[in-house]
């Protein structure tokens, strides 16, 4: 991914405080059933290039997911616009209806209220006393269902969901969760991609592609006898010459010092790499720069970083 411009347009534009929280939409013709519109648009990519996109910033440790909202769904057709129904536990008729229930704690007696309904009072029909104050001498337990089609009560009805746009009548088990999830933007960590992960991984695919065999972070014994830690060592072999490439990466706050490129330097020449490259961000000091000409070292600073495939390629010719 680190070959793909859009993924640095991406970090810039989130970098740049536009997605510091990423938030989907629910989309019942994707893939995934959510997608990210305005990203989409800022990248010109479709959604299932934006879902995978931002599954990878993810498992990378880029951003990070919050529980946002879940959703329930039809199974058959994703559509979230169901309905409730309830229907007789009995014969399945959804002709049922809602029953009060009293309980006169005076005697423990628990029935419909239009049993205790006497006018305007309400007279418990078991020890014929009056009911006066809700929570004091009697409470309402709920709602009991019963069936209008065949006299069955129940405490519970069964429970379906319609969904009107494909007809289909859903269980409550077999309805669809649907969790959304909010990404909050790791700054640090793609700060540190766009510095120092990406500018490494698209040189090596240059490199690569050119037909280097490339080693990286590689322990070099040089002419001297002295061993060397190498960012990046790139070799091509064309018929009896060896071309050899000496990479170093140098990252600083505001800018790199020349010891870095003298070191660099003589790594290089004891390698005996023909070619010295140093990648400097931010950039180089003046001082650094004098030396860096001298040592015929070729710089990219972070403002080169954007033109890094054509200038690699004549930087390497
Ligand atoms: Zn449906
Ligand atoms: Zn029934
Ligand atoms: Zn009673």
Known sequence: MGRDPKLLKFLDLILDGGFSDIRPVFDPKTEKLVRYPEIEQAL?????????LIEDLIRLGYLKRSFLSKMVICPVCNSPDLRYQTFCHKCDSPYIVKIKMLEHLFCNYVGKEEEFQNGQRLICPKCQKELFIIGDDYNSPGYNYRCCECGAISP???EKWFCPKCENLIEREELKDVILFSYK????????????RLPRERIINILKKDGYEVEENTRQ???????????ILATKYSGSTTHRLVIGFSINETEIDSEDVIKLYAKGYDVN???VILVAIPKLSPDAENFARHY??????EKDLERLEEEFASATQ
Request: zero cysteines; charged letters at 45%; a positive charge.
């Open 273 to 275: 790499a023909q070619d």
């Open 185 to 196: 933007v790791n700054r640090q960590e793609i700060e540190r991609l766009r510095r120092e």
């Open 221 to 231: 014994v040089g002419r001297s006898g002295a061993e060397h830690e190498i960012d």
């Open 44 to 52: 010109e990519k479709n959604a299932a290039f934006v879902s995978r």
């Open 296 to 301: 015929r070292i070729k710089v990219f600073e």
């Open 156 to 158: 519970t009805p069964k």
